[in-house]
C-alpha cells in the first residue's frame, strides 16, 4: 500500500524557517515525481513546488520562488520542503504528493503549518 | 500562468441524478493535460481523471472527463451518497501548475 506521512508542521514566528519531511513507503519512491501542495483553512488547493524522480529538475509557484526549496533523498525515500522568510500567508495543511510530472494519484494527510506572532 | 474558474460553485442535486461540472481555463491547457481531483472534509485529495479523461485506478466508471483546449468537462452519471464532496480541476500544461476554486457538490 502506497503511503506518504508528512512530519514538521507547527507554529512559527513570520520572518522564521521550518523544514517538512514528507516520508514514503509501500512504492518505489524513486521513480515518481514528488510535489508539495497546500491548502489554507477553508480554502482551495494550490501547487507549491515539484521534483523530478532523481532531484535533477525542481521548480516552484511564484508565491514561493527564492524563499523554498524543495529536495529529496531517495536513498532515505523522503521529500523535504525547506521553507524559509515565512509569512502569514504562508498558514495552511501541507500536502506532500506523488505521482507523474503533473498530476498526483497518491497523497499524504497533510501537516499543518501556522505563521503567527 | 494559467487561471482556472470552475463553475458553479455550489451544485445541489439528489443521489441518483446527474452531476456536471465545469472548468474553464484562461488559455489553451496544452495536450489536454488536465486533471479532477474529489475533496471529502478531512480528507486528502484524491484523483479521478487525469489527461483530460483517462480514469485514475480504482476510479468508478460513473465518473467521465472530457474537454479540450479552454473548456473541460467531470460528468458524474449517477450521484451516489459517496460523491457529495469537494471537486477541483487543474491543469499541468506548463511549468506553472494551477488549480481551480473548487466546485461544491451538495444533496439538496
Known amino acids: 500500500e502506497v503511503q506518504l506521512v508528512e512530519s514538521g508542521g507547527g507554529l512559527v514566528q513570520p520572518g522564521g524557517s521550518l523544514r517538512l519531511s514528507c516520508a514514503g513507503s509501500?512504492?518505489?519512491?524513486?521513480?515518481?515525481?514528488m510535489h508539495w501542495v497546500r491548502q489554507a483553512p477553508g480554502k482551495g488547493l494550490v501547487w507549491v513546488s515539484r521534483i523530478k524522480t532523481d532531484g535533477s529538475y525542481t521548480n516552484y509557484a511564484d508565491s514561493v520562488k527564492g524563499r523554498f526549496t524543495i529536495s529529496r533523498d531517495n536513498a532515505k525515500n523522503t521529500l523535504y520542503l525547506q521553507m524559509n522568510s515565512l509569512t502569514a500567508e504562508d498558514s495552511a495543511v501541507y500536502y506532500c504528493?506523488?505521482?507523474?510530472?503533473?498530476?498526483?494519484?497518491?497523497w499524504g494527510q497533510g501537516t499543518l503549518v501556522t505563521v503567527s506572532s | 500562468e494559467i487561471v482556472l474558474t470552475q463553475s458553479p460553485g455550489t451544485l445541489s442535486l439528489s443521489p441518483g441524478e446527474r452531476a456536471t461540472l465545469s472548468c474553464r481555463a484562461s488559455q489553451t491547457v496544452s495536450n489536454s493535460y488536465f486533471a479532477w481531483y474529489q475533496q471529502k472534509p478531512g480528507q486528502a485529495p484524491r484523483l479521478l481523471i487525469y489527461d483530460a479523461s483517462r480514469r485514475a485506478a480504482g476510479i468508478p466508471d460513473r465518473f467521465s472527463g472530457s474537454g479540450s483546449g479552454t473548456d473541460f468537462t467531470l460528468t458524474i452519471s449517477r450521484l451516489e451518497p459517496e460523491d457529495f464532496a469537494v471537486y477541483y480541476c487543474q491543469q499541468y500544461g506548463t511549468s506553472q501548475l494551477t488549480f481551480g476554486g473548487g466546485t461544491k457538490v451538495e444533496i439538496k
Open positions: 504528493a506523488g505521482g507523474g510530472s503533473g498530476y498526483y494519484g497518491s
Open positions: 509501500g512504492f518505489t519512491f524513486s521513480s515518481y515525481w
